[in-house]
């Protein structure tokens, strides 16, 4: 395996926060340039594996690479665009602007007693707009509706100009109608800028067409590939993949809309 | 009063140290609000009264303590008081919150004792309690002084990451800022200004310095910076306009500084409301 053409390499992962393994010999590349999803029923380790994957809690076994660095060395985080799931339950009082809330975005870039430059304006302007939120610049953070305010975090998350853009579950909070075109602007970043994407979502029916490549996770990985082969899974190969939660999936792939959300 | 102003040294103490802690006091009031701390600050107001009435009961007790300011044992119990808290958070994880009444009734209960261990005290106490325009001496001053430049510079150095940190807590650790570190820096920097707040609002009074105009000013204020401007604005005016009555009514200026903070309070919410019921 060349390690350049890796962004993200996970080897026999373990994770648990207290007695019980939470993850279990996980192991996943994401090759550069690709769009992946990562799905799986509720709890089943999904944003631990994000934790893990930018450095918020080290796991008790295995190995994480990134960029081909061990990640207890890696020191360009720059690299990596973040969008939380909280990102959606954050304190909606907070009198921020949107381009405060992006500008700090930059914050790791510029480094400590630096200020913001006429470039920095710049790019911050360009990253809202390149997720269409230009008009809403002096707007204060809390008076977007959930889907503006995801796309301020992301425009936050591209702000630094990542190779790799990490989203968990982007849509919840998104307007059914807005989903749609959530994932075209996904995909867009993916396809014209080359940004790297790792997806977590709900929302396989939608996004199986999107993206390039698929996980399944339910705190083992029950599959890996590209979105090819996950498609010629028969239904039942699915239901095996998510275990008790096939109901909850299997009704998100019916719909299509991607408009019903668990979290 | 402008000739009492250029006339005694005690109201040129006053007025300037006023227009220090109107800028300090807000300044990290703000982050201290969007952080959901405001309690904190009450907590380490209480602590900072054990410090006083320790130093004072020094002073009385033994001989080689009387020269010493009360502010600087002040400021030590406070900052160890932050310390503790910090602690406290770490040993509650799941009831962080915890920390706040443990180090509040500990530092009055402290306090009490010293008093009670000193038979009362002769000096002005009562003053710490609800702030003094005579009480400020020139080495207040001065102390206070060097405490807001050194908060100051940190808060401008260091603005983005504070800003960073008080959004998205998360968000900052994972773009690799340390924030436990800044986090200390931010606590000491509050047990400091809550120290130096003291002298002229009093300790009972302090924490309301620090979150009553940023109360104000965010119902209105568009943006981060904005919130500042207006809370260090409002701040000023409660201050420097709560010691002119207060010296001409003789009253204390603790309670008149943070009534005209409530006052103007009160005046956002309400324009608020009337341009929010007008402009529908
Ligand atoms: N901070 C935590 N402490 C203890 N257990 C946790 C913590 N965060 C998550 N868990 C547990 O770990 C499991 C995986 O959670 P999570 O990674 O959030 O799943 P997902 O994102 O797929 O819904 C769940 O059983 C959850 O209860
Ligand atoms: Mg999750």
């Known amino acids: ?263 | 009063m402008i000739s009492g102003l250029l006339q005694y040294e005690f109201l040129q103490n006053a007025f300037l140290t006023g227009m220090i802690i109107g800028v300090i006091a807000p300044l990290l009031g703000v982050f201290i609000v969007v952080r959901r701390l405001s309690l904190i600050a009450d907590a380490l107001s209480h602590v900072t009264l054990a410090g006083i009435a320790a130093s004072l009961l020094l002073e009385k007790k033994f001989m080689i303590f009387s020269g010493l300011n009360p502010l600087y044992m002040g400021m030590a119990f406070s900052v160890g008081g932050s310390l503790f808290i910090e602690k406290l958070r770490t040993v509650y994880k799941h009831y962080q919150e915890l920390a706040i009444p443990i180090i509040l009734s500990g530092g009055i209960g402290l306090g009490v004792i010293f008093i009670s261990l000193a038979d009362g005290f002769n000096t002005d106490l009562f003053s710490y309690l609800f702030g003094s325009v005579s009480a400020v001496s020139r080495a207040d001053l001065w102390t206070i002084l060097i405490i807001s430049i050194l908060v100051i510079a940190l808060v401008v150095l260091l603005y983005k990451e504070l800003f960073l940190l008080s959004f998205d807590e998360e968000y900052a650790r994972a773009t690799g800022i340390a924030a436990k570190t800044l986090h200390f820096i931010f606590i000491i920097m509050v047990a400091l200004v809550i120290a130096a707040s003291m002298r002229i609002v009093g300790i009972l009074l302090v924490s309301s310095l620090m979150t009553l105009p940023v109360a104000a000013s965010i119902r209105f204020a568009k943006g981060f910076k904005q919130t500042i401007f207006f809370s260090i604005l409002f701040g000023e005016v409660s201050v420097l306009g709560g010691l002119f009555l207060s010296y001409y009514l003789d009253l204390a200026p603790g309670g008149t500084i943070v009534m005209i903070a409530v006052l103007i309070l009160v005046l956002a919410i309400w324009l608020k409301k009337r341009a929010a019921t007008r402009s529908i």
């Open chain 1, 1 to 263: 395996m060349d390690t350049n053409d890796y962004i993200v390499q996970v080897q026999d992962l373990y994770y648990r926060y207290d007695k019980e393994n939470v993850l279990e010999n996980i192991n996943l590349s994401i090759k550069k340039g690709s769009f992946l999803a990562i799905v799986g029923p509720n709890g089943s380790g999904k944003s631990t594996l994000l934790k893990l994957m930018l450095g918020l809690i080290k796991p008790q076994q295995g190995l994480i690479r990134l960029f081909g660095q061990d990640i207890n060395k890696f020191k360009e985080q720059h690299k990596i665009g973040f969008v939380s799931q909280k990102a959606n339950s954050f304190n909606t009082g907070f009198p921020a602007t949107v381009f405060e809330v992006v500008a700090s975005g930059l914050t790791k870039k510029l480094g400590l007693f630096n200020f913001l430059r006429k470039t920095d304006h710049v790019k911050i302007k360009q990253a809202i707009e390149s997720v269409g939120m230009g008009k809403f610049l002096d707007r204060n953070i809390g008076e977007l509706s959930g889907g503006q305010q995801q796309r301020v975090f992301i425009a936050r998350a591209l702000v630094s100009e990542p190779e790799l853009l990490i989203l968990d579950e982007p849509t919840v909070g998104v307007d059914v109608q807005n989903v749609n075109s959530f994932y075209g602007m996904l995909e867009t970043l993916n396809k014209e800028k080359g940004i790297t994407l790792l997806l977590v979502t709900h929302d396989i029916g939608t996004i199986s067409e999107k993206v390039t490549n698929v996980a399944c996770l339910n705190k083992n990985m029950h599959f890996h590939g590209s979105a090819e082969e996950f498609e010629q899974l028969k239904i039942n190969d699915v239901s095996e993949i998510y275990g008790h939660d096939v109901h909850v999936l299997t009704h998100d792939h019916h719909h299509h809309g991607g408009g019903h959300l668990h979290d």
